[in-house]
């Protein structure tokens, strides 16, 4: 199972940015599917976005889409969610996840998660 570690979020204002990195400790990365999920309190995990193993396709929730953008480097087995615009709706913890490239789009679709990292954006 690859394990993922998440860095990159803090406090920022409304309108302001963020850029999330996901290392993976394991090869297989470059062959998997990654996905940002986030979870606000009291609420469920919400899929924000997924970038195909190639690097090629891209699928974005409504919510972010415009405002965010997914990539990877393969070479580095990192994945990242660069965050532009931010509201306080985007508030919440942040979580990579791998899965098969053909799989679907939920939580539990993903089999490889990281433990999160806080994004707040204050108004």
């Known amino acids: 199972q690859v394990q993922l570690v998440e860095s990159g979020g803090g406090l920022v204002q409304a309108g302001g940015s963020l850029r999330l990195s996901c290392v993976a400790s394991?090869?297989?990365?470059?062959?998997?599917?990654l996905a940002w999920f986030r979870q606000a309190p009291g609420k469920e995990h919400e899929f924000v976005a997924t970038i195909r193993s190639t690097g090629i396709g891209k699928h974005y929730d409504d919510s972010v889409r415009g405002r965010f953008t997914i990539s990877r480097d393969n070479a580095k087995s990192t994945g990242y969610l660069q965050m532009n615009n931010l509201r306080p709706e985007d508030t919440g913890v942040y979580y990579c996840?791998?899965?098969?490239?053909?799989?679907?789009?939920?939580?539990?679709?993903?089999?490889?998660r990281g433990q999160g990292t806080q994004v707040t954006v204050s108004s």
């Open positions: 996840a791998t899965a098969s490239d053909y799989g679907g789009l939920s939580w539990t679709d993903f089999d490889s």
């Open positions: 394991e090869p297989t990365f470059s062959s998997r599917a």
